[in-house]
């Protein structure tokens, strides 16, 4: 993981989600939400797993998610 957020860092091209995904899963919902905040204004493809993936289940409270989902025209 540390080497993932090494490349992030120095601008190299990464899974954005899947980093949130890591912090998701360690319960750190505000680093989460910072790298899908990146991952959406790069336009990432990978942002339409954050419905329908089960790990992305603990975020769904949180209404960060939902704008999101809105922002991605996505129902919530």
């Known amino acids: 993981m540390?080497?993932?957020l090494a490349k992030e860092q120095r601008g190299e091209n990464v899974s954005l989600?899947?980093?949130a995904l890591f912090y998701t899963l360690l319960g750190?919902?505000?680093e989460a939400f910072k790298y899908l905040?990146?991952?959406y204004g790069k336009h990432s493809a990978e942002m339409?797993?954050?419905k329908p993936?089960?790990?992305f289940a603990a975020?769904?409270?949180d209404p960060r998610l939902?704008?999101?989902l809105r922002r991605m025209n996505l129902p919530e």
């Open 48 to 50: 339409v797993l954050l």
């Open 66 to 68: 939902a704008n999101l």
């Open 17 to 19: 989600v899947g980093l």
């Open 28 to 30: 750190q919902k505000e």
């Open 37 to 39: 905040e990146k991952a």
């Open 2 to 4: 540390n080497d993932l």
């Open 59 to 61: 975020l769904r409270s």
């Open 53 to 55: 993936y089960s790990p």
